[in-house]
């Protein structure tokens, strides 16, 4: 995607851009100088063309004061320098600017004072020469038109060494620079790689062209900024250290942190995971558990179907749509006739083989299989008939009789395999209440319970009411 040379840089750019190839050689030099950008240009944007270029010396009011005469003076003696009196700085001041270590801008203005300041530097002599075909640096010693003139003050070889040390130092000094300790250069390796970058970044002062950065420096660059922005996105902590594992290894932990604003923590983080596992690696992966056989997965599948568990909705768009085989298939809605709690219990007396635990269990339910809850599901009885024996068992406590509910106790009045007969009582092989008594009886004899209460729904001239009921068992 094509960008402005400044996007980063600025945050008002424009999406109409203008390529390089539309711009002079002045113009990309006056845009690398005006905009202090060291990126090569391939596309200017039309704001940032009309700020640098077009009208760049329109906005300029005011001295850029390169000897700090304005800003070294008081707030009470400063005075506001008047617009009529300024001159713009053009490119052959920037050339002569160089020669006593002023880095001008093109566009900007320089008020008289200023103006005659810099006019008597450029006369005064200087011992440091600047070609204007190739800079370089030149020593304080006077240097002969040929190599052959070149001698050494002794004989030795250290001696002309320091000769050419100290003119170095010298032009430091004129560029405004610290010099560099030759003592420390030969003990101190951090020293020495500081004073290179010191000369490197002393030698673009006075480059009047910016090198274009090759391809697989863009590359790189780009592959950083996507990294930055995938960071920015993914808050999850395990996804920031997976990426961070593709930069290079000569990377130290103060430059990823600064880099992609991580912590120092997840910097080496990264790193100890490149060296064990290697680059594209989760640090601590989630362990992997016992997975279910899909036998067991069909046998869970097959009892939420069955007739006596759930049973089919009749209305027309009573189905919901399931994805079998990557395609989407249209089935039937089922109504859970139970809670899933009961049907947990239920699987697990029939099935003790293939155990599940409920949360499981109740994950695996078929999308098909709804439960009661949502309009036109409300198909199952809840009666006064079936309230009360429930209220009844509640209020008795008769679960910590050992049995587990309402329908354990109907077991025991019904036959082996109950039919219709049985539950309209016109059945003659159903067996008697003895057994259910007995087992009642021997309960409340062991907790010494005398009187049991518990509440019914009672019916008042048509409304009903929930009443309470005192019972004596003896």
């Known amino acids: ?15 109409d851009l203008i390529a390089r190839n539309q711009f002079s050689e002045q ?20 704001f940032h063309n009309k700020k640098f270029l077009l009208s760049y010396e329109s906005h300029q009011n005011t001295c850029c004061d390169p000897f700090n005469r304005h800003s070294e003076l008081p707030a009470r003696k400063k005075k506001k320098t008047s617009v009529r009196g300024l001159c713009t700085i053009e490119s052959d001041h920037r050339q002569k600017g160089k020669a006593i270590g002023l880095l001008l801008i093109p566009g900007k203005k320089l008020c008289v004072a200023c103006k005659i300041s810099f006019s008597e530097k450029l006369k005064l002599p200087s011992d440091v020469v600047f070609p204007e075909s190739s800079p370089s640096i030149q020593s304080s010693v006077p240097s002969a038109p040929n190599q052959e003139n070149i001698t050494k003050p002794d004989g030795s070889e250290s001696s002309f060494h320091v000769l050419d040390f100290n003119g170095l130092n010298s032009w430091l000094q004129s560029v405004g620079l610290s010099p560099i300790d030759e003592k420390k250069l030969k003990r101190n390796k951090t020293y020495c790689e500081e004073s290179v970058k010191k000369l490197r970044d002393a030698l673009k002062l006075f480059s009047d062209k910016v090198p274009e950065e090759s391809d697989e420096a863009l590359y790189f660059k780009e592959m950083i900024q996507q990294l930055q922005d995938y960071m920015n996105g993914n808050p999850e902590r395990s996804k920031k250290v997976l990426a961070l594992t593709v930069l290079p290894k000569s990377w130290s932990h103060s430059q990823i942190e600064t880099t992609f604003g991580v912590t120092n923590h997840m910097a080496r983080t990264s790193q100890s995971v490149v060296q064990s596992k290697g680059i594209l690696s989760i640090p601590n992966p989630p362990k992997v558990g016992h997975p279910l056989s899909e036998e067991t997965k069909q046998l869970v599948s097959s009892f939420y179907l069955r007739d006596d568990i759930s049973r089919p909705l009749p209305g027309q768009r009573d189905y919901v749509s399931v994805r079998e085989n990557g395609k989407r298939v249209h089935k039937r809605k089922r109504l859970v006739l139970s809670t899933l709690l009961h049907l947990h219990l239920k699987y697990v007396e029939e099935h003790p083989q293939n155990y599940l635990s409920s949360g499981l269990f109740c994950e695996m339910r078929p999308k098909e299989c709804v439960l009661a809850g949502s309009s036109g599901t409300h198909v199952v009885c809840v009666c006064v008939y079936h309230e009360n024996p429930r209220l009844m068992f509640e209020g008795a406590h008769l679960k910590e009789s050992g049995l587990r509910g309402v329908s354990e106790c109907k077991s025991l009045l019904l036959c082996q ?21 007995e087992k009642l009886e021997l309960y409340f004899d062991e907790e010494m319970i005398d009187t049991v209460s518990y509440n019914q729904w009672i019916n008042y001239n048509r409304p009903w009411h929930l009443g309470n009921n005192n019972k004596d068992i003896r």
């Open 1 to 15: 995607m094509s960008k402005c040379f400044l996007t980063g840089c600025s945050q008002q750019c424009t999406l």
């Open 27 to 46: 113009e990309l030099k006056l845009l690398h100088w005006r905009s202090s950008c060291k990126k090569s240009i391939k596309f200017v944007c039309t």
């Open 417 to 437: 395999e109950p039919t219709v007969s049985c539950y309209l009582l016109k059945c003659d092989k159903c067996p008697d209440e003895l057994a259910l008594r």
